[in-house]
């Protein structure tokens, strides 16, 4: 029924005639709820500020990564892709699983970002203090146990680029539970514009070498972390809250084994290939590995805004219209998107990257398969974490891991680049299947609601393409 104006006397024995002013009115019913269109609505709304956002720095981050390989060769290319992939895996086992606790705790506790600030600003100055000492020390060990004697000093670079990294991570991971992608989208631009200027000037006009890339990077996190953080400075001055530390360590813990592992899986193939091979084939397969992941950035769009719904809407409890849609629609996006990406990156290593790179096209294509699946683990992990069960998501991680470690030690030392493509693709694919039968088990949504797309979903595309070539917005 209509509801009478906000400031109209309830009704009673002293207002027998409140509604007589509004005679000319027909009542008609409420309509009722509509979750499953609300949460379509929502998903669809951050989703495409995702896909705008990331299809722009996937650009501009595209022709920064053409622009280095080109300049540095595939041997220190490849050298840096070592040196990145060590750090991003130092990051993992310090973090404390404090970049997707943060997701969750800044979806549920809004008013606590100052407090969520602070606690990752110490934890990063810690960071710094400890990391930064041991890679100066240690760097020629480094340079000699993983890149062949190369590196040296570069190595203490590398590892500044960590605390960095965290706190980039930690800032926009704030900015994405308070469900600002908006902000978090055009700030993401603007670091890969500034990527690609350090880039330019710092390799292509200094000849800085391997270091312009680690001081661009740091540069592009820079513009992140200030931009994300005067948002949350506007409610106070970051402050310590030790009691919000031990909750977040506490969820973060149960993450943390499956961010470790999930870097493991995604990055260590970099580091056994190094040990076995020259590092001009760290170069081509890293190469390889940046195209066929764009499809897991797409992953990635999907997966921050569904998790973030997730938590928002009381984790456990939250019902399935937005873990069903976010899925199923990843599943039909992503696979029409590795399907394009065999023929746009077939193209763009042999005319973009050129002749130097062509031995990075085969174990391209053999990744393909495999990245759309880890794609859909992705989310599907994701949605796990907004349910408050980060534990269950890393143990199918932990497995996922430890066939990637069998696989690359039994396939890099007799076939490289390829065996190391091959041991990815199975790792990937067996995630990707375990990680949805573990939803399906913790949601009770059933598979083909989870992940086959329906007419329905077909449909929304149907309209939008329909709705472009109409002129219509």
């Given at each position: 029924?209509?509801?009478?104006?906000?400031?109209?006397?309830?009704?009673?024995?002293?207002?027998?005639?409140?509604?007589?002013?509004?005679?000319?009115?027909?009542?008609?019913?409420?309509?009722?709820?509509?979750?499953?269109?609300?949460?379509?609505?929502?998903?669809?709304?951050?989703?495409?500020?995702?896909?705008?956002?990331?299809?722009?720095?996937?650009?501009?981050?595209?022709?920064?990564?053409?622009?280095?390989?080109?300049?540095?060769?595939?041997?220190?290319?490849?050298?840096?892709?070592?040196?990145?992939?060590?750090?991003?895996?130092?990051?993992?086992?310090?973090?404390?699983?404090?970049?997707?606790?943060?997701?969750?705790?800044?979806?549920?506790?809004?008013?606590?970002?100052?407090?969520?600030?602070?606690?990752?600003?110490?934890?990063?100055?810690?960071?710094?203090?400890?990391?930064?000492?041991?890679?100066?020390?240690?760097?020629?060990?480094?340079?000699?146990?993983?890149?062949?004697?190369?590196?040296?000093?570069?190595?203490?670079?590398?590892?500044?680029?960590?605390?960095?990294?965290?706190?980039?991570?930690?800032?926009?991971?704030?900015?994405?539970?308070?469900?600002?992608?908006g902000r978090y989208n055009a700030l993401l631009v603007l670091q890969?514009?500034?990527?690609?200027?350090?880039?330019?000037?710092?390799?292509?006009?200094?000849?800085?070498?391997?270091?312009?890339?680690?001081?661009?990077?740091?540069?592009?996190?820079?513009?992140?972390?200030?931009?994300?953080?005067?948002?949350?400075?506007?409610?106070?001055?970051?402050?310590?809250?030790?009691?919000?530390?031990?909750?977040?360590?506490?969820?973060?813990?149960?993450?943390?084994?499956?961010?470790?592992?999930?870097?493991?899986?995604?990055r260590l193939d970099v580091i056994v290939l190094g040990l076995f091979?020259?590092?001009?084939?760290?170069?081509?397969?890293?190469?390889?590995?940046t195209l066929a992941e764009l499809v897991v950035q797409l992953a990635?769009?999907?997966?921050?805004?569904?998790?973030?719904?997730?938590?928002?809407?009381?984790?456990?409890?939250?019902?399935?219209?937005?873990?069903?849609?976010?899925?199923?629609?990843?599943?039909?996006?992503?696979?029409?998107?590795?399907?394009?990406?065999?023929?746009?990156?077939?193209?763009?290593?042999?005319?973009?990257?050129?002749?130097?790179?062509?031995?990075?096209?085969?174990?391209?294509?053999?990744?393909?398969?495999?990245?759309?699946?880890?794609?859909?683990?992705?989310?599907?992990?994701?949605?796990?974490?907004?349910?408050?069960?980060?534990?269950?998501?890393?143990?199918?991680?932990?497995?996922?891991?430890?066939?990637?470690?069998?696989?690359?030690?039994?396939?890099?030392?007799?076939?490289?680049?390829?065996?190391?493509?091959?041991?990815?693709?199975?790792?990937?694919?067996?995630?990707?299947?375990?990680?949805?039968?573990?939803?399906?088990?913790?949601?009770?949504?059933?598979?083909?609601?989870?992940?086959?797309?329906?007419?329905?979903?077909?449909?929304?595309?149907?309209?939008?393409?329909?709705?472009?070539?109409?002129?219509?917005?």
């Open positions: 029924m209509l509801d009478p104006p906000i400031d109209a006397p309830a009704p009673g024995p002293s207002s027998p005639d409140w509604w007589e002013p509004l005679p000319q009115l027909r009542l008609v019913p409420r309509p009722p709820p509509d979750p499953a269109g609300t949460a379509a609505r929502r998903l669809a709304r951050f989703v495409s500020w995702n896909v705008l956002g990331t299809g722009t720095s996937l650009a501009l981050g595209f022709g920064a990564s053409v622009l280095l390989a080109r300049l540095l060769g595939p041997s220190n290319r490849g050298v840096l892709a070592v040196m990145l992939s060590a750090g991003t895996l130092a990051l993992a086992l310090t973090a404390g699983g404090l970049p997707v606790s943060v997701v969750y705790f800044a979806a549920r506790r809004r008013e606590a970002g100052p407090a969520i600030l602070g606690n990752c600003l110490l934890h990063g100055l810690v960071l710094a203090a400890v990391l930064v000492p041991l890679a100066l020390l240690a760097s020629g060990s480094l340079g000699r146990a993983l890149t062949h004697g190369h590196g040296g000093g570069t190595w203490g670079l590398a590892a500044a680029l960590v605390p960095v990294t965290f706190l980039d991570w930690t800032t926009h991971s704030q900015l994405q539970g308070r469900l600002e992608f890969r514009i500034t990527y690609l200027i350090g880039v330019l000037i710092l390799l292509g006009v200094l000849s800085l070498g391997i270091s312009s890339a680690l001081i661009a990077t740091m540069a592009g996190s820079a513009v992140m972390i200030a931009g994300s953080a005067l948002p949350i400075l506007r409610a106070g001055r970051p402050r310590l809250d030790l009691t919000l530390m031990r909750e977040m360590l506490h969820y973060g813990a149960r993450a943390q084994i499956g961010s470790v592992l999930q870097i493991a899986n995604g091979r020259p590092t001009a084939q760290v170069g081509y397969y890293v190469v390889a590995q990635d769009t999907f997966q921050w805004s569904n998790m973030a719904l997730v938590a928002s809407d009381d984790g456990e409890r939250s019902g399935p219209g937005t873990s069903a849609l976010a899925i199923r629609h990843l599943t039909l996006v992503a696979g029409l998107a590795a399907a394009a990406d065999a023929g746009f990156g077939t193209l763009v290593i042999t005319f973009a990257y050129g002749p130097a790179f062509r031995p990075a096209v085969l174990p391209m294509l053999i990744l393909l398969p495999g990245v759309w699946l880890m794609a859909i683990a992705v989310v599907a992990q994701g949605d796990l974490g907004g349910r408050g069960r980060p534990g269950l998501a890393s143990a199918l991680t932990a497995a996922a891991a430890a066939l990637t470690v069998v696989l690359d030690l039994a396939l890099i030392p007799l076939f490289g680049v390829i065996g190391a493509a091959i041991a990815s693709t199975c790792a990937y694919s067996a995630l990707g299947l375990a990680s949805l039968v573990t939803l399906n088990r913790v949601s009770g949504i059933p598979l083909r609601r989870l992940c086959v797309p329906g007419r329905a979903d077909l449909a929304v595309y149907v309209r939008f393409v329909r709705r472009v070539l109409s002129g219509r917005r």
